[in-house]
């Protein structure tokens, strides 16, 4: 045999011992998808799905609403992706506390960043700090078990609240104030948020937006649903309706049926009769500018809008000059999320709340996805299609030439700061007690809040 033909017969062997590592931060759709692409695609990979809590599944868990548990149903999916023997899940590591980017990027030949944007944007006006003044984010976390949102400090011992934002969270926040308690009782909704909403004086909610009926972000799913409540009665200001019946059939399909069921809701006389003890108020061309009251929120005051702009989709709300005042005893923030840079070594743009990125990639050997790359946009089909193209990403550009310890790297160094663990088994010691739980009380299960009890029965 010929020197460099064995040399190639030799190299040969010796690569395909070589095992790809890659480190995935963020349990949720974003890190299974990029999962489930990565084992489809690369032969022998190992994939460690890194999660800062003890449990998995991130905003299907604490973003998806409890009453709408067919959403939910993707956690099929990510069991099966939890099933392939090349796969781990590594619960309750905290990165760039317990372990920074770097340390990870040098016992990992990848490390994917798909972590999701864990908090909420802004207002930035007067009165933002006031009592009862609530982030929509954490109050979604509230409800839905989020252990760092379980002390929400709220109270609904008010009859009237404002919800600023029209996107489908902010839906999500107005159905959850105005439902009966008895239609979330058997849902995975948390106790103590429910007992809290059993005693809710609310009874009038306004869901308000800075630009029209036309650009409203919900979609048409949320709004039919909420417009469906039997105990609660819609209103509408039709000076908010000039001139949109004439551009409906210029519409794209999906905004053409969202105006056409505004429409429908505009023109429907309420009943004399009508004993519905809740009331929605979907007010549009309003912008906050100040939030009103001494200690406690008594109200908000609003910049009355117009919209510039010949393209209906592009169009901006202008200021007119003119304002008016609208009682409240309690308000929601609900105008988006944005991610944070949880290590400094991460290229971060922090104006817009994402990380810096070429179509998922970072730099050499770091990549992003889902909502941390993207912005927090789309519903958990659109993160998968985009987790689908950075794994595919990956694996068009994954070059190595060497082993790395990996998850035996890792543990180490966890080990050493003396840092528990949650396996995928772990995690379903917990998965059992939640559900036993729930089966007592009637519903799927009853979500565990706090993280020392979580480690205590998945580590015991």
């Known amino acids: 045999m010929k020197f460099n033909k064995m040399y190639k017969y030799v190299r040969l062997f010796s690569t395909e011992q070589i095992v790809p590592r890659v480190c995935i931060v963020g349990a949720g759709p974003a890190g299974f998808y990029s999962a ?9 990979v190992r994939v460690d799905l890194l999660e800062k809590l003890p449990v998995p599944y991130g905003l299907v868990r604490f973003g998806v609403a ?18 392939n023997p090349r796969f781990r899940f590594i619960g309750n590591v905290n990165i760039g506390k317990d372990i920074t980017v770097k340390e990870l990027q040098e016992i990992y030949h990848v490390v994917l960043l798909a972590y999701g944007a864990e908090e909420d944007k802004t207002l930035n006006i007067p009165g933002e700090n006031l009592n009862n003044m609530i982030s929509g984010r954490q109050f979604v976390g509230w409800y839905n078990g989020l252990p760092a949102d379980s002390n929400l400090n709220i109270n609904l011992d008010v009859e009237e ?9 902010a839906i999500d926040i107005a159905r959850i104030l105005l439902t009966p308690v008895d239609k979330l009782k058997n849902t995975d909704i948390t106790s103590h948020s429910l007992e809290k909403l059993s005693k809710s004086k609310v009874r009038k909610v306004s869901l308000i937006g800075r630009r029209g009926p036309l650009q409203a972000a919900f979609t048409i799913a949320e709004l039919r649903e909420i417009l469906k409540l039997n105990n609660c009665e819609t209103y509408w200001r039709k ?3 000039i001139n949109v019946k004439e551009v409906v059939n210029t519409l794209t399909r999906p905004r053409k049926r969202l105006t056409e069921l505004m429409l429908k809701y505009l023109e429907k006389i309420p009943s004399i009769q009508d004993t519905r003890t809740k009331e929605l108020y979907l007010l549009f061309l309003r912008s906050p500018v100040k939030f009103l009251g001494s200690n406690n929120i008594s109200g908000v005051k609003l910049s009355i809008n117009k919209l510039e702009g010949n393209d209906i989709s592009t169009q901006v709300a202008i200021p007119t000059g003119l304002f008016e005042e609208i009682e409240c005893g309690l308000a929601f923030r609900s105008i988006g999320y944005k991610s944070v840079p949880i290590d400094i070594s991460i290229p971060f743009d922090k104006k817009i709340g994402r990380i810096k990125n070429t179509a998922g990639k970072v730099q050499e050997n770091l990549y992003a996805a889902g909502w941390v790359a993207t912005g927090p946009v789309g519903v958990i089909l659109s993160t998968m299609t985009n987790a689908f193209q950075v794994g595919t990403l990956i694996n068009k550009e994954l070059s190595i030439t060497e082993n790395k310890p990996g998850f035996a ?3 180490k160094i966890l080990d050493h700061k003396g840092i528990p663990t949650v396996s995928y088994n772990d995690w379903k010691k917990i998965d059992k007690i939640e559900r036993e739980k729930g089966k007592i009380l009637g519903k799927p299960r009853e979500k565990i809040i706090d993280i020392n009890e979580m480690l205590k029965i998945a580590l015991k």
């Open 239 to 241: 000076d908010d309706f």
């Open 409 to 411: 790297g890792l543990s």
């Open 66 to 83: 409890p009453d709408h548990p067919e959403v939910k149903n993707v956690i099929h999916t990510f069991e099966k992706i939890a099933s």
């Open 161 to 169: 609240a404002v919800i600023l934002g029209q996107g489908n969270v």
């Open 36 to 44: 489930q692409q990565l084992l489809k695609t690369i032969n022998n």
